[in-house]
């Protein structure tokens, strides 16, 4: 399926770029492509008539954990988001942390490059705080890179940490488009993953044993 080979061939960026903060670099470059979030609805469907394999029982149970420890995690989307990762198949709770730290990355580089090409139909205030949120954008998959290579290496306090900052530099661009009065906010679905995101990767670290 389309979006199954679109994580294949991004597991295969990072092993050639080393890490996933040489990985978001390259993509921000335009040196690859980001990979589409267009798989919400797709991905509840194939959980729930269980075509996602493997994967299916520790994602469902986890994001349930992540959920009923945190009533901020949506629950749905958890399972949508982290059962079609291509690392879903044989992760466990650290595992699937990294897991959505990673969909933290590629919702900021789908972000910049949505950003790229608004920029070329905005003018004047609207799109310096475009111009603005593709730099805060750039340093929100940074974070999301760094609390990755954090979790990996089990700093999960440094990890948290590069998480909570990914979420204030998606405010502050919120902030800058409001402040531009550009409204509603033509980065809000971006906006949304990632605090969405940001919250079920903490509540699945503080899972971790």
Sequence with gaps: MKFLMGEMERQMRYIRYGSKANLHEQIVNKKIRPYSTGRLLFAAVLVSLGLIGGARATVV????AAANSDARVHYGFCVAELGTHHDSPDADVWGLAK???DRG????????YDIKAMLGSKAGATRAA???CQKL???VGFAFA???DDINGRNYAAGKAK?????SLTHQCDAALAKAGAVPSPLAKYSSYSVKIAIICTAITNLIK
């Design 61 to 64: 149970t986890t994001c349930r």
């Design 99 to 101: 897991v959505a730290a």
């Design 105 to 112: 990355i590629g919702n900021a580089d789908n972000a910049i």
């Design 130 to 132: 475009l111009a603005q």
């Design 137 to 139: 954008y750039d340093a």
């Design 146 to 148: 760094g609390a990755f």
């Design 163 to 167: 998480v909570a900052e990914a979420v």
